[in-house]
């Protein structure tokens, strides 16, 4: 997978990733939730834009994700629901996982429970000299990065604040959910979220 930035305009999205499984589960298919965002704002968007936009973000994001894993965002309890939606994210964004995986997982086994901006920018340098992609990339769109991947970790409920030093929360998830993502082969995603060691 290569490294992108896109996620700078992609937020979260629970409420509405949510919203799209009730659907799928109801039996509409991924062009289905594309077309009601457009033609009944299913996501409730103001602009024809956003409607193509947020659909199209979550429907990527849901693309080969088994029922099991729907039926749990969308009926589970709410940690593990938050927990999954961020590991539909991270399965479709290369850096986001290796932020999660080597900042966010390191701190856990670490027992050093905060995430600190000098953290980000190590991070964002040691990229930055692996790949000439990433090299490649504006100050503002590292800027734009950090701010998502906070906000994103503190709606998932990663983090219990977004200014100052940002305060890891252990995250909850069934072990039902956890062993089944053991068994489909996405051990290394979960882990991550959860600092376990592989």
């Known amino acids: 997978m290569k490294y ?53 973000i979550i429907t990527t994001r849901l693309k080969d994700i088994n029922p099991y894993i729907l039926d749990k965002i969308e009926n589970g309890n709410i940690e593990t629901s938050k927990v999954l939606v961020l590991y ?26 905060y995430i600190r901006d000098k953290d980000f920018g190590v991070f964002f340098q040691s990229k930055r000299e692996q790949s000439e992609k990433v090299a490649s990339w504006s100050e503002y769109t590292f800027k734009k990065l950090k701010q998502v991947y906070i906000r994103i970790l503190f709606e998932s409920g990663l983090i219990s604040n977004q200014k100052g030093d940002k305060e890891i929360k252990l995250p909850i998830i069934d072990s039902d959910v956890k062993e089944y993502l053991y068994r489909i082969g996405d051990k290394v995603y979960i882990n991550a979220i959860l600092g376990i060691v592989d």
């Open 88 to 113: 539909l994210i991270i399965k479709n964004d290369r850096l986001f996982f290796e932020f999660i995986n080597e900042v966010y997982k390191e701190k856990i086994l670490l027992k050093d429970l």
């Open 4 to 56: 992108k930035s896109t996620i700078k305009s992609r937020p979260y999205l629970y409420k509405e990733t949510k919203k799209a499984i009730t659907f799928i589960n109801k039996g509409f298919s991924l062009s289905d939730i594309k077309r009601l965002s457009l033609e009944e704002n299913i996501f409730q968007l103001e602009s024809e834009t956003r409607k193509v936009e947020i659909a199209s």
